[in-house]
């Protein structure tokens, strides 16, 4: 899933689509976010927007280096987290030293995950970096509340806030499309390009599942006026088949494959 997927910060993503576009890449941001928000998400697919040359400022989710992300295995991708109780000091200088490195592709990113606990010493530490950036490095502090860092700090960082993108806006609107064709009954074909254009990554698909069960929960519990459409045990076989689709996954089958299996059996 690219940066598009995140259409509920729509300004926010036109903000960085542009920035990237007109070279304008600043060496350290803040993306600040709720506690649900899936901010180390973002902050590599803010990274893949940066290094993919195929739809750059957005991640094209095919390319080599969009692929090398996605996969964990980005080379000068570093990732620090608090280990429960704080970011510490020696793990921003042991950041430092590999961000002094020459980079093996073309610049360093460092995501500093629960920045918010990183020690006064560690900020401090750190402060040291903003204020003198290796050339090309992108540093992303990850916070739930950027007060709790240093005014120093902040005042390094290019701010982006983060809205509603928790777990429950992943895949609902690409679920929604599907179920309401399967509702009116549309035809196979047609069904399949919805999934064509909303399901680009396993991880889409995940999404998508996700999203189509919780339709198919609330239609159980009478949340949805379309309920009276269908059978108790109607929509139990759905939602078992999407459990079906989910252990598909997780089985590496295709995950195309996997989708257009669960469509055909709910319709039929
Ligand atoms: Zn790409």
Not at 44 to 62: H, L, Q, W, Y
Not at 105 to 113: D, P, Q
Not at 171 to 183: H, K, S, V
Request: proline fraction near 1%; aromatic fraction near 8%.
């Amino acid at each position: 899933m690219s940066l598009s997927k995140y259409q509920n910060n729509r300004k926010l993503i036109d903000r960085i689509k542009e920035s990237i576009i007109n070279e304008r890449i600043f060496h350290a941001y803040i993306i600040e976010g709720d506690s649900l928000s899936d901010k180390s998400t973002f902050a590599k697919e803010f990274c893949k927007a940066i290094t993919c040359r195929e739809m750059p400022g957005t991640g094209c989710d095919n390319c080599i280096t969009c692929t090398k992300f996605d996969h964990d295995n980005y080379e000068d991708y570093h990732f620090v987290e608090s280990d429960g109780m704080s970011v510490k000091d020696e793990q921003i200088s042991r950041l430092q030293a590999e961000l002094k490195k020459q980079p093996v592709l073309e610049r360093h990113f460092a995501v500093i995950k629960d920045a918010d606990t990183m020690t006064v010493r560690a900020q401090n530490r750190l402060l040291k970096t903003l204020e003198e950036p290796f050339p090309g490095t992108v540093i992303i502090l990850l916070s739930e509340n950027r007060e709790n860092l240093l005014e120093t700090i902040r005042s390094r960082c290019v701010l982006f806030r983060l809205e509603d993108i928790n777990e429950e806006a992943r895949g609902r609107e690409e679920a929604d499309m599907i179920f309401d064709a399967l509702y009116n009954e549309k035809a196979f074909f047609e069904i399949k390009q919805i999934l064509g254009s909303a399901v680009k990554s396993r991880e889409d698909a995940y999404a998508l599942l996700d999203g189509l069960e919780r339709i198919y929960e609330k239609l159980l519990t009478w949340q949805d006026s379309r309920r009276k459409m269908y059978r108790k045990e109607d929509i139990f076989k759905a939602i078992e088949l999407i459990e079906e689709a989910r252990r598909d996954l997780h089985a590496k089958v295709n995950y195309q494959y996997a989708l257009k299996n669960l469509i055909l059996k709910i319709g039929g």
